[in-house]
């Protein structure tokens, strides 16, 4: 049975950092893409970053390039978001997705 588990989600102050991680059993993850979306109250969900397998090129949606860092631990069969320099406008509940299958989602909440 496949899993996707996220977990590093909380409570910043603007500015601050987060990292979350998505932890996979039953699923290489260093095989496939994986995903993180996010999803705001009122909101559709959407795309924040995505790694490739293999060469693990990164992409990232406009509102967080040069903030979040995504990567991978094959070791680990976990990947990570490193998100920086966090503002009120990245409030929401992050999803890993990979394959078809997508985690429980973890809330990022940024509030002073």
């Known amino acids: 049975q496949v899993q996707l588990a996220e977990s590093g989600g909380g409570l910043v102050q603007p500015g601050g950092s987060l990292r979350l991680s998505c932890a996979a059993s039953?699923?290489?993850?260093?095989?496939?893409?994986v995903n993180w979306y996010r999803q705001a109250p009122g909101k559709e969900r959407g795309l924040v970053a995505s790694i490739a397998p293999a060469g693990g090129l990164e992409n990232y949606a406009d509102s967080v390039k040069g903030r979040f860092t995504i990567s991978r631990d094959n070791v680990k069969n976990t990947v990570y978001l490193q998100m920086n320099s966090l503002n009120t406008e990245d409030t929401a509940v992050y999803y890993c997705y990979s394959f078809g299958y997508w985690g429980q989602g973890t809330q990022v909440t940024v509030s002073s």
């Open positions: 039953g699923l290489t993850l260093s095989k496939y893409s």
